[in-house]
């Protein structure tokens, strides 16, 4: 009999990935990549000794109770853990690991792409080229804003805020922040970010605003209908971390309406969708969550949920160890 350990796969993941999983354990992989359905989902969580599920699998409270008792470790294969029920899995001693850094950089790229491409009209300008419709050159066609020298206000500055906060001002922008917990004087010196304790008065004074909080019952609706109108009609809105932060019907109004200037959007707050009333908006961008989506990070991705089984499997500590009170 196979003493390795049963590990289910709910997503296809990179081939040195899988390869190296199947290496290591008793794996079973989703080939075809479909999305497990609740019932697939609860079938793998009852035959597995580790289940790595990703953002598209919803682990809640009542599938929990319905996995029995062999389940004893949900590795993440993804930074976020909103989707997962940390409570529910800390009290049945299933232990819950993720894979924070790895995506950091990558993801910090994706929001200085959506902070120019906003800024600069670069959705504007691919269409037209694609239409075919250019007439040539203006001295006044697709003027935007210059990025140089304007105040980008970061929402949750945790590693990807500040790996933001690093390209900001490589970029000549000022950097403002909002969060929980101030950065130590020596960080946000080296970042030259200035710290508001007050979200509400940090979103009248911003030009640009990015949202890089986890997204936890705290910042449900952080960037509420009430705090996007305390944004200057001119302001653009950035969001790669999750689209729950953000109350999105009010976005979209407000946008429709040229209450605010743009966004630019990787995350939504009904996952899988935008509102379709943010389509066809020429100053807004929307990508499919594409933040942490270069094939690098993947694989690195994949290592650090391999490192985090090995370590569980040997009785240490795993390295990315979410407890329900970190969040
Ligand atoms: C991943 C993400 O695509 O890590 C996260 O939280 O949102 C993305 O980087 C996703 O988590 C894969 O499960």
Redesign the pocket.
Known sequence: TDSRLRVAVT?RLPDPVQDRMAALFDVTLNEDDHRFTRAELLEAMRDSDVIV????DRIDADLLAEAGDRLKLIA????????ISLGAAHERGISVT???GV?TE??ADMAMALIIGVTRRLAEGVAVMQSGMWDGWSPTAFLGGRIGGRKLGIVGMGRIGQAIAHRARAFGMEVHYHSRTRLSPDIEQALSAKWWESLDWMMGQMDIISVNA?HTPATFHLLSARRLKLLKPSAVVINT??GEVIDENALTRMLRAGEIAGAGLD?YEHGQEANPRLRNLPNVMLLP?????TLE??IE?GEKVIDNIESFSRDERPADLVLPDML
Not at 289 to 293: D, I, N, P
């Open positions: 997503r599920p990703t953002l598209s993440n294969y993804g930074a976020g853990v909103d989707h993720n894979t924070p995506l990558d993801t986890a971390s999750r995350v969550h594409m933040g942490s989506a990070g993947r991705m």
